[in-house]
């Protein structure tokens, strides 16, 4: 029991290596601390125990910014958002309990070749947590070496590689805990070299900035953003923090600019699929309203819904989407959001939950249908962008269409029922897809963080959260792609496969008076 509750305080110290805290160094000793316990277990049971209660610490902390969400929903009490996070811990932990039980099974025998396993288990074991049942990528470990000069190796393994390295550090800090100098330091040596030559080495730029961005943060919250009779007023504030402040970008009138709106920014449809004369002119008179204040040549990217009906006359369900929009008000192309969120987009199992009296997070008593996936959309003058809609963004490897790379990555969102954590860690990770792709990312929020990333994962501007205004920038140039832009998670995969490829050679060639020594110290 005690062994247990270590690890539970391990998961809950690992998760202040995270936004908005940062105290990355916290994150490695934990991880440190977590490997120290697993080397103790004496049965499979236990270390997978281990690991179980270590990702319970980490998720219940990390994910904390979920119960605020329901807040925000009066058909549910407050309450049941905590145990919404505490439920949603208990399953993820899984995962990590995986990473441990798969350690131990097949490194306990080697303390190096256990640090080596550990590594590549976690890589493994955090994918597929990004992958099952919808998957769910939020806070791999990889995003607290955002700060340091190891990220910059997620241009070559990924983010999931990425949390393999973070692992690795934590191993080389247990090996010098237990006095295993030599090989601490070699390793130690090895990961911060390879670090800092990636750093040395960087990809070249593919263009120079030049388009004008204007990007509006409203600062309009979700208690009152749905709220009958507020999306004209909520229009008129996107509309009045819209106008270009650049003297020089005002006094070129037929300068393109690309105008930035966030995550249903629009709260009335603007393409329904009723085809009544009243549903009709309405989403034809939001668009011209919202397009109004654009010139000649310029672009607004704006996120809004659309509504779908299958007879033409009732609503049967509406999609998530970000409209690009010219100064009459047409609609020039329109990316539909794939990879939705259960109980915020739609209501798994409907017919049965909603008799329980639950429903979606957001408001809305119709599901949205997914899009197709990462699309790149061209426009003349304004160049090619992609698009991942708020909660897309976080999963790495699934962000860019490979087969027509853009030049920026756009990404809308609503952190407004987020809470404090949720946003800087939602930006946090959006950094790290900007650093592995090479690409710049553009984000909108409502109440924040709204910020231009460059291709190298810094922020060149941003709003601060619960802040209104706007920014006005250039859009950074992106990079040439990278290794990982190239082959997606295939990288991560191979980097697990070569650390069980070190860890196997490392035992091979311990000598028998040392794996001795290991076993009778356990």
């Known amino acids: 029991m005690k062994f247990l509750l270590l690890a539970l305080l391990a998961g809950l110290v690992s998760a202040l290596g995270f936004e908005p805290l940062n105290l990355w160094p916290l994150t490695l000793i934990a991880f440190a601390g977590l490997m120290w316990l697993v080397q103790k277990a004496r049965r499979l049971k236990s270390a997978l125990a281990l690991g179980w209660w270590f990702g319970v610490g980490q998720f219940v902390v990390g994910l904390n910014w979920i119960a605020t969400a329901f ?16 439920l949603l811990s208990l399953y993820l932990a899984v995962y990590p309990a995986m990473a441990t039980g798969l350690a131990w099974r097949y490194g306990r025998k080697d303390r190096l ?25 939020w806070n791999p470990v990889g995003v607290a070496l955002l700060p340091t000069a190891t990220a910059r190796l997620s241009t070559i393994v990924g983010t ?4 393999g390295i973070a692992v690795l550090l934590g191993g080389t800090l247990l090996l010098l805990f237990e006095r295993y100098w030599k090989t601490g330091v070699i390793m130690a040596a090895l990961i911060v070299g390879v670090s800092l030559a990636r750093w040395g080495f960087e990809q070249p730029t593919v263009g120079m900035p030049g388009l004008p961005l204007t990007i509006v943060q409203p600062n309009i919250g979700q208690e009152v953003k749905w709220s009958e009779g507020y999306a004209e007023r909520n229009l008129e504030r996107l509309r009045s923090l819209s106008a270009p402040t650049d003297a020089a970008t005002a006094a070129v009138a037929d300068a393109p600019r690309l105008l930035l709106w966030p995550e249903a920014a629009i709260t009335k449809p603007l393409q329904d699929g009723r085809r009544t004369f009243a549903a009709q002119q309405s989403a ?5 309203t919202a397009a109004a204040l654009l010139r000649p040549n310029d672009l607004l990217l704006t996120g809004g819904i659309t ?106 969102s609503n952190d407004a029922w987020f809470g404090s954590w949720g ?52 859009l950074p140039p992106a990079k040439a792609p990278t290794l990982f832009s190239r082959v997606g998670n295939i990288a991560p995969f191979l980097f697990a496969l070569f650390l069980i490829v070190i860890a196997v050679a490392v035992h091979r060639r311990a000598p028998a008076h040392i794996l001795a020594r290991e076993a009778r110290g356990r």
């Not at 058909?75 to 996070?85: I, T």
């Open 71 to 86: 807040t925000y929903q009066s058909a549910m009490p407050a309450w049941l958002g905590w145990v919404s996070v505490v």
């Open 113 to 137: 070749a256990f640090v080596f396993i550990f590594a590549a288990a976690w890589i493994v074991t955090e994918w597929l947590r990004a992958t099952m049942f919808t998957g769910f990528a």
């Open 160 to 163: 999931y590689g990425l949390s």
């Open 284 to 288: 034809r008179l939001t668009r011209s």
């Open 307 to 412: 509504l779908q009906s299958r007879d033409g006359a009732t609503v049967s369900s509406g999609t998530n989407s970000v409209f690009a929009m010219d100064s009459s008000g047409r609609i020039l192309g329109r990316y539909d959001k794939a990879h939705l969120v259960p109980y915020g987009e739609y209501l798994p199992a409907r017919p049965i939950l909603s008799r329980l009296g639950l429903s979606r997070l957001a408001p809305g008593a119709v599901d949205f249908d997914s899009g197709p996936g990462p699309q790149t959309l061209s426009f003349p003058g304004i160049g090619r962008i992609g698009f991942q809609l708020c909660y897309e963004m976080i999963f790495s490897g699934e962000v860019v269409d490979r087969r027509n790379r853009p030049d920026f990555i756009f990404n809308p």
């Open 423 to 474: 946003p800087p860690q939602h930006l946090a990770q959006a950094r790290l897809r900007a650093v592995e792709e090479g690409l710049p990312v553009v984000r909108s929020t409502p109440t924040g963080i709204s910020a231009v990333v460059d291709a190298d994962g810094e922020i060149i501007a941003s709003i601060p959260w619960r802040e209104q205004g706007a920014i006005q920038a250039l």
